[in-house]
């Protein structure tokens, strides 16, 4: 599969999603469970990608300059710093612990 | 069409043009990633034309980033999957839209743009606030994104840069307003738990499609749930000053 191929399946595939809202019976998505469900994806997929995005290099778990990083931004949330600022701080951070102190 | 009051679309029409400035800084973030994952600058550009939901698209780059083209099927059901609570949008939207543009609607139902518009009182205002925060968004996402993919072409070695813990962050950020509640939190440590645990046996962006089985598990039962949980799927920035958090 080639990046475009990759690119125009998704795509399609995440605007089809969208589609697919206004296209079904109303009644369909208001059963309790299929809510809960979608709401609990989301939280989950999030979660996970927080964690891999973390940790993982290819299949292995590390830990280097991505660990405090993450700590900073959580403490950022916490404090209701807005979205771009807590991103560009994670940056600076992972970015100046490898430039001083040689982590990974 | 119910006469509303001109105050209530004016305040929609600003609201909307708010968020959509503010998501539009996030779109540098996005840009910048995917070019750091190995897209082109035209690649990058057509996600967020064609694709235009930021958990997705974040998702769809953070998998190839990990695990290359090799990874593609795992990248596509991440992305699907994030994608999906689009779809309940819509079929909230739908009744309160009441256009015969359902593609245009459908392509900006987004967190942004569902948030904003029920946020407004019903009618006019509502309609108003949807597609002017669509818009808005639309707009504001895809030109950054733009100057995003265009920056990180400059930087080279994105990890010199941090844009690795940055995609972390990111996706801290998109989680952070929905984390309310025991049951959200539970599921939010489960998942992360066992995303960690499965990445050394599994290939790069499964380990993220294995996670989901813990909201589906979780959501079928309805452990840890609060007495009066509101179970229907409100957009997370609802409550909130809508855009303060999250991309689109």
Redesign the interface.
């Known amino acids: 599969m080639t990046s475009w191929q990759l690119i125009l399946a998704a795509s399609i595939a995440c605007l089809a999603l969208k589609v697919f809202g206004y296209a079904i019976p109303a009644h369909w998505l208001e059963r309790p469970t299929t809510g809960r469900v979608a709401n609990l994806l989301t939280v989950a997929l999030l979660a996970a990608l927080v964690a891999v995005q973390t940790l993982g290099s290819g299949q292995h778990l590390v830990v280097d300059a991505r660990v405090p990083a993450i700590l900073v931004s959580a403490s950022l949330y916490a404090l209701r710093v807005p979205f771009i600022v807590v991103v560009i701080a994670a940056a600076v951070v992972a970015a100046l612990l490898r430039l001083w102190f040689g982590l990974a | 069409m119910n006469s509303a009051r001109p105050s209530a679309v004016s305040a929609a029409v600003r609201q909307g043009i708010a968020v959509g400035i503010?998501t539009a800084?996030?779109g540098?973030?996005f840009g910048a990633l995917a070019v750091g994952a190995?897209?082109?600058v035209w690649?990058t550009c057509?996600?967020s034309l064609?694709?235009?939901?930021g958990?997705?698209q974040?998702?769809?780059v953070?998998v190839?980033a990990?695990?290359g083209?090799a990874s593609?099927p795992a990248?596509?059901a991440?992305?699907?999957?994030?994608?999906?609570?689009?779809?309940?949008?819509?079929?909230?939207?739908?009744?309160e839209l009441r256009t015969r543009w359902?593609?245009g609607?459908?392509?900006l139902?987004i967190d942004e743009s569902t948030a904003v518009a029920l946020a407004q009182p019903p009618g006019r205002a509502r309609r108003v606030g949807f597609w002017v925060t669509g818009l808005a968004v639309f707009v504001g996402w895809n030109a950054t994104t733009l100057v995003g993919a265009l920056v990180g072409n400059l930087l080279g070695d994105t990890?010199?840069?941090?844009?690795?813990?940055?995609?972390?962050?990111?996706?801290?950020?998109?989680?952070?307003p929905?984390?309310r509640g025991r049951?959200?939190v539970a599921?939010?440590?489960?998942?992360?738990?066992?995303?960690?645990a499965t990445?050394?046996?599994?290939?790069?962006g499964v380990?993220?499609i294995v996670?989901?089985l813990?909201?589906?598990l979780?959501?079928?039962f309805?452990w840890w749930e609060r007495p009066a949980a509101a179970?229907?799927?409100?957009p997370p920035a609802a409550s909130a000053p809508p855009g303060?958090?999250?991309?689109p």
């Open positions: 503010a800084a996030y540098v973030s190995g897209l082109d690649q057509v996600l064609l694709m235009f939901t958990g997705s974040f998702a769809l953070g190839l990990s695990g083209l593609a990248a596509i991440s992305a699907a999957l994030l994608g999906s609570r689009n779809a309940v949008y819509g079929m909230r939207m739908k009744p359902t593609l609607a459908a392509w139902t990890r010199a840069y941090g844009l690795d813990a940055a995609a972390a962050a990111a996706f801290l950020g998109l989680l952070w929905r984390l049951q959200a599921v939010g440590v489960g998942a992360a738990v066992l995303a960690a990445t050394p046996a599994l290939m790069p380990p993220v996670a989901a813990v909201a589906v979780v959501g079928v309805n179970v229907r799927e409100t303060s958090d999250g991309a």
